[in-house]
């Protein structure tokens, strides 16, 4: 199986010695997403402005690699304060209105750059593309 590195501007830089994702055979794995916003390298807003822009660089990443937010099999989100959860709940549903993902949810004591919120998937993907 061909093992090969996803690579797009439109989700935030590698803050360390990892890939945005790595596609082996039809799975793509993505590594943890915080919502880090590309063009301005930043975090700013409440749980709800995280998730969203967590989802937003998962979703980049996935088109970037052929597939989509539908082949999405399995998301971990982690959170700084599970106190959270109904509120990143609320937007995670948006992106994943019909057949969601199985999922994790857990409470971490840090999250990289301070940030809320983070989410890491597992999508399937045309292993021809």
Do not use: C, H, W
Request: zero cysteines.
């Amino acid at each position: 199986m061909s093992r090969s590195i996803v690579k797009t501007a439109n989700a935030p830089e590698a803050i360390g010695p990892y890939s945005q994702a790595v596609k082996l055979g039809n799975l793509l794995f993505i590594s943890g997403q915080i919502p880090i916003a590309p063009i301005t390298g930043k975090i700013s807003g409440d749980v709800k402005e995280q998730t969203r822009q967590s989802l937003e660089n998962l979703k980049a990443i996935l088109l970037a690699s052929g597939t989509s937010l539908a082949n999405v099999l399995k998301t971990t989100v982690f959170l700084k304060n599970m106190e959270d959860f109904a509120v990143m709940n609320g937007i995670y549903q948006d992106y994943f209105p019909q057949e969601a993902p199985a999922r994790s949810t857990v409470e971490v004591a840090r999250i990289p750059r301070g940030a809320l919120v983070e989410i890491e998937a597992i999508a399937a993907i045309d292993a021809s593309k």
